[in-house]
Structure formats: structure tokens, C-alpha cells
């Protein structure tokens, strides 16, 4: 479980964040939602570490992140996993080094286990013909699953993904949020989500955060959507004229 408390964030004189506070549990995925601009990004990064609020608690399993010295927030980057907008594999190693990489740096295990390790995650994603492949020889939905394969090599507690749909066709980002959703439940993790992908939201959303000008403007989960009464999460939800009639559609049943 991760915990945030009234987590702030100021630019010089320009406040992005202002006092949001949410739980994420474990075995469901969280999706933080918004427009650009709205700060959902910079939160994220507040919550891994990247960025430092300018007040607030970042609390993971009652550990304040915050407060760790550098010693501690190395261990516990250890049991985080995250994949990147751009998949961000390494073009030189092979798709089976790429996901060995964590555990060559990070565990202590024998050669052997490192590999049986990085098989079972390319098995676990359906990769496992593409160990041997260079990240350019495969397509851009196969590099976020290897992308996948690599973040959950340590076995972690806690997984962020940003954008993990970008660029992706519908069919096959639908793979990525199955993917994303088995995981999370199969290992229990802690899963937050930075996504625009309004299908991701209706899908897999089992606790979702919209983020409206730095605040928390709404938390639910996506059976609560349809029948919401926020207009800015409606508006930012339903943006197309198709989208705003079938709401109205499966409201007037």
C-alpha cells in the first residue's frame, strides 16, 4: 500500500500540486488521470522519488519515504518496478539481457538463477521465442510487454507505469492493461497508472484519481463514472460528442 498526505508541490512561485491526499492498495490498479498541465505527472514523481514535494508524506507500507536517508530509499527502490512511456529497453543488449539487467545489478543471485529468473518473466508476458531479439527487431506492443518483463524481474511491491499505452493500437493496448491487471493481482502489487487512455479507465480503473489543477478533484472506480455528477471529470471522461451520446444512451435505460 502506498499512502500520500496532503502532498504539495511549488515551481518558484507557481503551486502544481496543492494538498492531495489518496491510498493505493495492494492487488489493484490505480490510474491517475488528467489533462495535461493538471500535475498528475509531477505526482507521480513526487510519489517514486524523482521529485521532492515541498510538504506532504509519501508513506510506503508505513514507511515515510521522505524521511529515509539515501541508504534506505536505495533499498527500497529495490522493490519498485517501473516501465516508461517509451519502453526505454536498451538497444545494444538483447531482449533477454534487457531483462536481466535489474537482477545483474540489484540481486544476488547465481548466473543461472538470474537467467531462469529473466525466462520466467519473458514466459510470463509471452515472450519467451524473443530473449534472443534486439529491442528494434520487435514491434512497439512487444516492447512494452518486454518492457513489463524487465520492471517485475525483482519481484517488486510496488509498480509504476507511465503512459504505458502511448503509441499503441486499441487492440493491443488492450493486451497491455490484461497484462498490467493479471500481474498486479497474480503478485499482489501495488500498481499506479499515469494514463489518457480512456479505455484503460473503464477497463482495468479499480481505483482511479482525476486530477483537475493540481487538486484531487474525484476518486473512485470506473462503475462510478457513468453515473458521476462532477462535471469537469464528465467533461474530461466524455470529450467527443460519440463518447458524451452513448453516456447519455446507457443513462436514460
Known amino acids: 500500500m502506498i499512502e500520500l498526505r496532503h502532498i504539495t508541490k511549488t515551481f518558484a512561485d507557481r503551486q502544481v500540486l496543492a494538498g492531495i491526499s489518496a491510498t493505493f492498495q495492494g492487488g489493484q490498479t490505480s490510474l ?12 507521480m ?6 521529485l521532492t514535494p515541498t510538504s506532504g508524506h509519501v508513506l510506503y507500507d508505513g514507511r515515510d519515504f521522505l524521511a529515509m536517508d539515501k541508504h534506505e530509499r ?20 538483447s531482449v533477454m539481457d534487457n531483462v536481466m ?11 543461472r538463477d538470474r537467467q531462469r529468473r529473466a525466462r520466467q518473466c519473458l514466459d510470463r508476458v509471452n515472450l519467451s521465442e524473443a ?3 534486439r529491442p ?8 512494452k510487454r518486454a518492457a513489463i518483463a524487465r520492471a517485475i524481474a525483482l519481484d517488486p511491491k510496488y509498480l509504476f507505469c507511465d503512459e504505458p499505452n502511448s503509441g499503441l493500437d486499441p487492440k493491443t493496448s488492450l493486451v497491455i492493461d490484461e497484462l498490467l491487471h493479471g500481474i498486479t493481482h497474480e503478485y499482489n502489487m501495488t500498481t499506479i497508472i499515469n494514463t489518457h487512455d480512456m479505455n484503460s479507465v473503464m477497463g482495468i480503473g479499480e481505483n482511479i ?31 467527443s460528442d460519440l463518447l458524451k451520446e452513448m453516456r447519455q ?4 435505460k
Open 249 to 252: 444512451a446507457l443513462t436514460e
Open 101 to 111: 539487467f535489474p537482477l545483474d545489478m540489484f540481486s544476488a543471485m547465481t548466473l
Open 32 to 43: 491517475i488521470i488528467g489533462r495535461s498541465g493538471s500535475g498528475k505527472t509531477v505526482l
Open 209 to 239: 484519481i482525476f486530477i483537475y489543477e493540481g487538486q484531487k478533484e474525484w476518486q473512485g472506480v470506473s462503475a462510478d463514472i457513468m453515473g458521476s455528477t462532477n462535471k469537469r471529470l464528465t467533461d474530461f471522461i466524455f470529450a
Open 131 to 133: 530473449g534472443h531479439k
Open 136 to 143: 528494434s527487431e520487435l514491434s512497439g506492443g512487444m516492447q
Open 74 to 93: 536505495a533499498r527500497l527502490r529495490r522493490e519498485v518496478g517501473m516501465i516508461f512511456q517509451s519502453a526505454a529497453l536498451f538497444d545494444s543488449m
Open 45 to 50: 514523481k513526487c510519489i517514486v522519488g524523482l
